[in-house]
Every structure is written in C-alpha cells, then in structure tokens.
C-alpha cells in the first residue's frame, strides 16, 4: 500500500502562486510514476502534471508555462509550483501515484487539497 498526503492548498488572488506538496508513504520503492490531477466545479476530473517513470515531465495545456512539477525521490515527495493562477485552476487537487507490483500497475490517490483562486 501506498499514501498520499497532500498539503498546500489555499485561497490565492489572481496571479498569484501556490506550492502544492505531496508525501508518499509506505510501500514507495514500487511507485514508478506520480501526478497531480484537478476536479474543478461541475468539471470531469483532469490531469494537471505527471512525471513520468523516465523521469519525463507532461502537463495540460492550459497550465504549460504556469506550473512546473517536481519530484524529490529522496523524499518521496512531488510538488507542484504553481504560477500566474487563474480563476479557473480553481478545484480540488489530488496527488496520485503509480506502484508496479509484480507486472501490474496499481493506482493510489490521496485526498486532496482545496485550491480556490478568487478576489
């Protein structure tokens, strides 16, 4: 098993930045992959940022330039700096991980942290 905890949310005006922190527990020598994903009000969950097993980064289109996604192997610790916030990055972020167990792969979530850009 693996957790996922998840810090860093907040409420933040527009423009402005927010570090989103995510710490792995437990079985973490599986995980090959982890990510940040988005649900924002009456959206279709998103992914945001992934990096990826060979240690490549992807990102949605619309936060290409304004977040960047970081993972600390060391740690076990993937963040996500946010930037140039916009209304619409308002949602529930999840920080996601993916465990390879004996050939198959294994999805683990945490429980989110809330991130509301307003005035």
């Known amino acids: 098993q693996v957790q996922l905890v998840e810090s860093g949310g907040g409420l933040v005006q527009p423009k402005g930045s927010l570090r989103l922190s995510c710490v792995a527990s437990?079985?973490?020598?599986?995980?090959?992959?982890m990510g940040w994903y988005r649900k924002g009000p009456g959206k279709e969950r998103e992914l945001v940022a992934a990096f990826t097993k060979d240690d490549r980064t992807l990102y949605l289109d619309d936060v290409k330039g304004r977040f960047v996604i970081a993972v600390d192997k060391a740690s076990n610790t993937a963040y996500l700096q946010m930037n140039e916030l916009k209304p619409e990055d308002t949602a529930l972020y999840y920080c996601n991980a993916d465990c390879i167990r004996q050939g198959t792969t294994y999805f683990y979530w945490g429980r989110g942290t809330q991130v509301t850009v307003s005035e």
């Open positions: 437990g079985e973490t020598n599986c995980i090959s992959a």
